[in-house]
Structures are given as C-alpha cells and as structure tokens.
C-alpha cells in the first residue's frame, strides 16, 4: 500500500447540490408570519390608485376591510394603518390626530370588528394631521428665517394621540416621531390609561432618507417649508443608532425598528448583536417603487427580486418586516 498522502477536496458544493438538501441547511428563512403590510386609507368611500406607488392604493374603509382579510387568508397577520388626512383637518396643532372618531380610530374598530386575529399597528407621529408637515410641532423663527421643531410639546401631543389609538383597540402602537423621549412619555400614558398590554413598537433608527418620497406623495405629508434633519438621523451614522436603541430600551420599548431596510442593512446587524428586543426594518416606497419600476421595463424578475430582497432584510437580522409587498409575497411563499 502506498504511503502517499490523499489530498480530499473540500467540496461546498455537496449540500447546494438539490432542492431537498439545500432546504435542509438552509439558514434563513423567510415566512408569511415575518411580515406586517402598511396600509394607507382615506375618507372616501373609494378605494383609489397611488400614483406614485404603482400597485399600492388608498383604501376607504370597506375596501381597507376586505384588503385586511384577503392578506390575512395568506397568512400576514399584521397591518400598520397610515391615513390620508382631509386638508380642511390639518391644524398647526395637529389635534385630529387624538379624535376618537377621527379615521384612524374608525379603521381600528373596524378591522378588530372584522379581523380580530389580526394586529392592528398604527403610526404615532404629527406629519399626516400637522398643517406644517412635519412629524412635530413647528415654530417659525422670524429672525433666523427657519423652522424649528418642538420636541417636549410634540411628544405630550404624540401621548395623546396613542391614546386615542389604544381606545380604539390597537394592539400596537408605532412612534415614527423620532422626537427625544417619547417612547418613555408614550409606556407611562399608556400604563396610566390602563394599557398595559398595548405594545410600543418604536422607530428607533429612523433615518433622513431620499427613499421617501412616494410614501410622502401617497399621504400628501410632504414638510410644507424645511426638512426632517434635526429630528430625523444622519445617513452616515450607524454608532448614533446603537445609542438610540439603548434609550428606547431604557424607556420600555417592547420592539425597535430601522427605517429605510436595504440601504440600512449593516445598522440592522449592527443592532441585532447588540440588542435582545425584537426588530422590525421598513422596506420603503422607495424601495418598493425602484422594483416596481425595472420590473415594469422587464429588466428584473419581479417575484425572485422581492424575495431575495426581503431574505437579505431578515438575514441581516430583522424579526419582521414592513413591506408593501406583504400580501403579494406571503401568497407567494405559501405556494
């Protein structure tokens, strides 16, 4: 027998080498339950196409319903509510956002009357009722010639506006504000009100992003004067993220979230190794248009690309995921 030594190749390739084999290594997975579907609505009974998100529509209340229960039937269990407010109902004080009867509390009841075994999120932040369009409350400056934001005024507004919502019978509520302490001011409202059990899922990382602006054109919530930069996070940071998370933590966040997802993936692993609480990333209208778009000019697969881009979403370490592709892929992952 020879003493020559063998040289065995290290082959990778074995376990990529069938379907079978490759969906038992398989290290992620992605699946209807990961996923929560936005939702923008309106007063009107119609239900109306979003120019500048193809695809995506604003929901009158019976459309919203059905639209819950068809996404519901392919296993997406989650929705969170964004509204189209009435020009006539934006205030420099933003107060529509705490009506009882406003459109968002209405939807609330309506979906948990219809859906119960759905969660009802919603978005706690100024923009869609403040006639200024922002997610505070604005002051003008007259000698700067600037606005300014007012944090602690907005975040008494911000409490009263989850309160609304939790009245209404939210399971969770969302503060996109990014204003300085609001998530503690918001647990503490809602613990006083006796809503202990309602959730906080907190825009932790929410960043000043260009991948907006079709979400901005569905809502007509556009800042009439300035931009969101002095509340808002520098898309160059990701160590100020990790700060921002350890505050949310600290003031009873029972999630976190990024916002935009794809750009944000290395801020997503970033606070995955550094944070236990469950995380949420938000696929935005900017990146959903940007598929929509060269899928439309043939230049993508449309089914493989939201797949593939929703999996690198939760392998960067994402627990759910927003996506206005919820429904579409859900049904298609349940194939």
């Known amino acids: 027998m020879s003493d020559a030594k063998f040289h065995l190749p290290i082959r990778p390739r074995r376990n990529r080498k069938s379907p079978a084999i490759r969906g038992l290594v398989r290290e992620t997975v992605l699946t209807p339950a990961d996923l929560i579907y936005p939702l923008f609505l309106h007063e009107d009974d119609r239900d109306d196409a979003i120019a500048s998100m193809p695809g995506c529509q604003r929901f009158g209340l019976e459309g919203l319903v059905r639209e819950v229960g068809e996404a519901s039937a392919a296993g997406v269990r989650a929705v969170v509510l964004f509204p189209k407010i009435e020009e006539s109902l934006k205030t420099p004080g933003a107060e529509e956002c705490h009506n009882p009867d406003g459109l968002i509390p209405r939807a609330i009841r309506a979906i948990k009357s219809a859906h119960p075994e759905v969660a009802v999120i919603t978005d706690v932040a100024l923009d869609p009722y403040n006639a200024d369009g922002h997610d505070g409350l604005v002051v003008k400056d007259e000698k700067a010639g600037d606005l300014r934001i007012l944090n602690d005024e907005t975040v008494a507004v911000l409490c009263r506006q989850a309160l609304c919502h939790a009245e209404a019978g939210a399971d969770v509520v969302s503060p996109s504000d990014m204003m300085d302490g609001r998530v503690g001011a918001i647990r503490e409202a809602l613990d006083e009100g006796d809503f202990e059990d309602v959730s906080i899922l907190s825009y932790t990382a929410k960043y000043a992003s260009a991948y907006y602006g079709p979400f901005r054109g569905a809502l007509d919530s556009a800042p009439k004067a300035g931009d969101k930069k002095t509340y808002q996070m520098d898309p160059a940071n990701w160590r100020e993220a990790l700060r921002e998370a350890e505050l949310d933590v600290a003031e009873g966040a029972d999630m976190l979230m990024v916002k935009p997802a ?45 797949l593939e881009s929703l999996l690198g979403i939760k392998r960067a370490g994402a627990d759910m995921i927003l996506t206005y592709f919820a429904k579409e892929a859900a049904s298609r992952l349940c194939r």
């Open 262 to 306: 794809g750009p944000y993936l290395d801020v997503i692993r970033a606070l995955r190794e550094e944070i236990d609480l469950p995380l949420a990333a938000y696929q935005v209208s900017g990146e959903y248009l940007m598929i929509k778009s060269a899928a439309a000019a043939g230049w993508l697969d449309e089914e493989k690309v939201i």
